[in-house]
């Protein structure tokens, strides 16, 4: 009898059952195009995304991305002219000790008070304050004053001339001052700037948002809404963009690009990523303080082969000490070519006839497919007459001073990340004293860092690196391999210019009707 | 029927000869270099499948290399590990068990405390923070799970110890005059070698579960030598594009691990009296 009550006869909830079944099973189809990039939002999911509500509490490219949204830096890298760009700042002049910035007029915060060259002394002052969170004080540890003639002139005075100041003010964003007297502590939970959109929320974990700011001085943008959300596993990233949760997604696993090219919705975007990976070389350690061994593991590695067959062809093997991509790269000079007789020829003449041992240290998961990555060039090395072992250690030991940083290790696997500027590979890595990690000295290569580091002209500062890219591919304390690709995933209506810095800006994207 | 009853132990016992046969004469069995790399043959299918090539039996992995070789070579590194962790562990063990129980008091309470403070920790855990501590290599390996895996011996050991010693023909001994590490060694322990087989042969499967696990961690042996759970690392993210890179090295774990411990049950129905009566 309850059962008669409860309402259902068999037939009834096999039939409901079966409807609930198709249901389910068309519900991502329904949802794919309900979700599909609209006109007025877009949903951006990124491995990484601002973890707090302080905007100077990193540094890191992709989170720079996301703030730049709100609030604006003086000068921008414009990557499709190889040289800086003035946002907030019309022009500029080196002279000396003196950096002196003209700035933009007539821009706006999104309080409708006017940007003036008061408001970049406080802003600066909010950089500096470590105590307050902020990570990226360092960026003005050698500015001695900041000076504001008038209203629409800043002058720095650092300590010594400095060529690569832009560099460090690149990704410095504006406060309004008036709002930081407003708001005092809270200023950023109230956060102001200038920026083509508007901060309206964020949750740790959760949804970054973003409204257009109708009034930008620029032209507004064409997107009304901006959504990022931090989502660190690749297949829940791709899994969002192939439902259409998301509309934009970064760091696309290599292996599954061919797939998606295929997908009827998903447009994949790569660019030359600005991380460069290489094998550094250690020259305190023997055999590796002889020149000949150092060419011969430049003849003995195959990068273009590894890019080809590890990582599917997705990668950019170096034409020289940097990528091509590098202020600073010479178009001239190409890499050691693959020719593993050539480098058994080499180690006969340093005097290892029958073959030579080394050490070659990694720290596995720390790059992508590293562990293949360093047995491929473990084998291609034995081909070259090289006894190879491989040692992989974890991260804090490798990276630590007992490790890279202690001058520990002999020749490892590395990547730089950021590399925009040859200058910030060769200080660190091969001026004399900067760092242990291959204690390379050479008095004619520090002498050119040093002066290209003073030198205001663009193109001269070039030709410096240019110099001294020269000098390290002839001496080669380090084989140069590759850099990887950064790879998108957008639904194919949505328009964008791939950048190599990681960072999105929705301001760049258009949504095709 | 003797045959029946002695089945788990003679199909363990073939599936064990048989990885060990394929571990000594791996040189001779495997068909080619397990670490040669051939780039441009990289992640074919075994070869029954289409695109496989008849010279690659079960396919190649990431780097071009020969599956079937691999696995071959790989039981070599599964069968070492695990034979040399159930000596060593066994031999302290049953040496630290049978003191402590034989002589309580103080050897007892020491023993005890510090067996304790091992079981106190997951088994797993032990390893990988002693793995991360020494380093890769297969002798650290073998270190690691030997530091983690005494525990299970000692505990065995000292327990039976404790009723044995009471039993009736040790007191005749002890009456007979005989010294206590003599009665110790020709009486007692001898008494315990049945459990300690069926421990050692159910901590090797356990061990070489591990084993693959910490090499899976990228902790184990170094990444040149191939072993299964390194394998199964590997081939982690081609599981949709080359399935066989995680299907063969899952199978030669799966059934190593079922020989052994087929093995072990066969010789636990054997030796364990209560079992015994009840047939």
């Known amino acids: 009898m309850a059962r008669k009550k409860s309402g259902m006869n068999r037939r009834e909830f096999l039939q409901r059952s079966a409807a609930l079944a198709v249901g389910t099973a068309t519900w991502p189809q329904l949802l794919r195009h309900a979700h599909a990039a609209s006109r007025d939002r877009v949903t951006i999911y990124q491995t990484s995304v601002a973890d707090s509500i302080h905007p100077f509490n990193h540094s890191s490219n992709p989170i720079y991305g996301n703030w730049q949204h709100v609030i604006e830096p003086l000068v921008e890298y414009d990557f499709r002219r190889k040289d800086y760009a003035g946002v907030l700042a019309e022009s500029w002049q080196f002279q000396g000790n003196k950096w002196i910035f003209k700035l933009r007029k007539g821009v706006k915060f999104h309080d409708g008070t006017t940007f003036t060259s008061k408001d970049v002394p406080f802003t600066i002052e909010k950089i500096r304050d470590e105590k307050g969170g902020s990570l990226q004080a360092f960026n003005f540890k050698e500015v001695a004053d900041i000076q504001t003639p008038d209203d629409y002139t800043v002058i720095f005075v650092t300590k010594q001339p400095l060529a690569i100041f832009l560099d460090r003010l690149e990704n410095r964003f504006m406060l309004s001052r008036a709002a930081g007297e407003k708001y005092g502590d809270k200023i950023y939970e109230n956060i102001i700037g200038t920026g083509p959109y508007k901060f309206v929320s ?223 590979l060769y200080d660190q890595y091969f001026r004399t004293g900067s760092t242990k990690r291959t204690n390379y000295s050479n008095p004619e290569l520090d002498k050119i860092i040093e002066e290209q580091q003073k030198t205001p002209d663009m193109k001269k500062r070039v030709q410096l690196l ?15 391999l590759y850099n990887l690709a950064d790879i998108y995933g957008a639904v194919k209506n949505l328009e964008w210019r791939t950048r190599p810095d990681e960072r999105v800006k929705a301001w760049d994207m258009k949504i095709k009707a | 029927m003797l ?70 070579y790989g039981s070599r590194i599964s069968l070492m590990v695990g034979a040399a962790t159930v ?26 405390k510090i067996s304790e403070i091992f079981l106190a920790f997951p088994f797993l855990l032990i390893a990988i923070a002693i793995m991360a501590f020494l380093g890769q290599g297969v002798g650290n390996l073998i270190m690691a799970l030997m530091l983690s895996r005494w525990v299970q011996y000692c505990r065995v050991v000292r327990g039976e110890v404790l009723s044995l010693k009471e039993r009736d023909f ?110």
């Not at chain 2, 670490?35 to 289409?50: G, I």
């Open chain 1, 466 to 480: 240019q110099q001294a890219g020269k000098i390290l591919m002839d001496e080669v304390p380090f084989v140069p």
């Open chain 1, 202 to 424: 964020y949750q740790r974990g959760g949804n970054m948002v973003f409204t257009r700011n109708d009034d930008y001085w620029a032209g507004k943008a064409a997107i009304k809404e901006v959504i990022f959300k931090k989502v660190t596993e690749d297949a829940a990233r791709l899994a969002a963009l192939e439902s259409g949760q998301a509309d934009f997604i970064n760091n696309v696993p290599d292996h599954e690009v061919a797939r998606l090219r295929k997908h009827p919705r998903i447009r994949i975007d790569q660019v030359e990523g600005l991380r460069m990976f290489f094998l550094a070389i250690n020259v305190a350690f023997k055999p590796w303080d002889n020149k000949l061994v150092r060419q011969a593991a430049n003849y003995a590695v195959d990068a273009p082969a590894i890019v080809r067959n590890i990582f599917d062809g997705i990668g950019y093997p170096c034409n020289g000490p940097v990528g091509a991509n590098v202020i600073g790269a010479d178009p001239k000079l190409k890499r050691y070519p693959y020719n593993p007789q050539k480098a058994k020829e080499l180690l006969a003449q340093a005097g290892f006839l029958n073959g030579c041992d080394i050490q070659l240290y990694y720290s596995p998961g720390r790059y992508p497919k590293d562990r293949e990555v360093c047995q491929v060039v473990a084998a291609q090395m034995v081909k070259g007459g090289f006894r190879v072992e491989l040692i992989s250690q974890e991260w804090a030991l490798f990276w630590d001073k007992q490790g890279v940083n202690g001058g520990r290790l002999p020749f490892y696997y590395i990547g730089r990340g950021g590399l925009m500027d040859a200058d910030t």
């Open chain 2, 170 to 279: 040790v007191t005749a001994i002890k009456a007979l005059g005989g010294k206590s590490f003599y009665i110790l060694l020709h009486h007692v322990v001898p008494n315990t070698f049945a459990s300690v087989t069926v421990i050692a042969t159910f901590g090797m499967a356990i061990v070489i579960i591990t084993e693959a696990s910490l090499s899976f961690l990228g902790l184990g042996v170094p990444a040149h030598i191939p072993t299964w759970g390194s394998m199964l690392s590997e081939g982690r993210s081609y599981i949709n594009r080359a399935p066989w890179l995680t299907i063969f090295p899952g199978l030669a774990i799966f059934i190593t691990v079922f020989g052994i411990n087929l093995l072990g049950d066969g010789l636990r129905d054997v030796f364990d009296p209560k079992l015994r009566r009840q047939r």
């Open chain 2, 87 to 112: 000596i060593f562990a066994g031999l302290v063990g049953c040496s630290l068990g049978a003191i402590a129980g034989y002589f309580g008091s103080t050897a007892d309470e020491v023993v005890s």
């Open chain 2, 3 to 72: 045959s029946l009853r002695y089945l788990k132990i003679y199909v363990g016992g073939a599936i064990l000869t048989v990885l060990v046969v394929c571990g000594v004469a791996a040189p001779l069995i495997a068909p080619r270099d397990p670490q040669a790399q051939t780039l441009e043959d990289r992640l074919r299918p075994p070869r029954w499948a289409e695109n496989g090539l008849p010279s690659y039996w079960l396919g190649t992995d990431n780097l071009g290399r020969d599956m079937l070789s691999r696995i071959i």
